[in-house]
């Protein structure tokens, strides 16, 4: 059975940052693609940021390039996002995601695997 559960999240100042973690287990990281999305309290969900099975190409919201990384490990079955100058804005629930084909994508329909959610909230 594929689990996604993500950690890291908390309360931070505006400016400050946070790294988020999302370990897999069931299923071999290295032949997953893996993305991050967040929902904002009556928002939808949106993209944040997207990693191909290698490593090799990553993706970004416009929102977020430029202040967010998408990383992975794969011996440690973990995928990262590194959030920098964090804004009031970037308040939501983070949900990292799986997909077992390697091929990263900005839509959420394309994800076969989502972990629980880990609440990140920026103070102005």
């Known amino acids: 059975q594929v689990q996604l559960v993500e950690s890291g999240g908390g309360l931070v100042q505006a400016g400050g940052s946070l790294r988020l973690s999302c370990a897999l287990s069931?299923?071999?990281?290295?032949?997953?693609?893996m993305g991050w999305f967040r929902q904002a309290p009556g928002k939808e969900r949106e993209f944040v940021a997207a990693i191909n099975w290698s490593g090799e190409s990553t993706y970004y919201a416009d929102s977020v390039k430029g202040r967010f990384t998408i990383s992975r490990d794969n011996a440690k079955n973990t995928v990262y996002l590194q959030m920098n100058s964090l804004k009031p804005e970037d308040t939501a629930v983070y949900y990292c995601a799986a997909e077992r084909n390697g091929r990263a994508s900005s839509s959420d329909r394309v994800y076969d695997y989502w972990g629980q959610g880990t609440q990140v909230s920026v103070s102005s």
């Open positions: 069931g299923r071999a990281l290295s032949i997953t693609a």
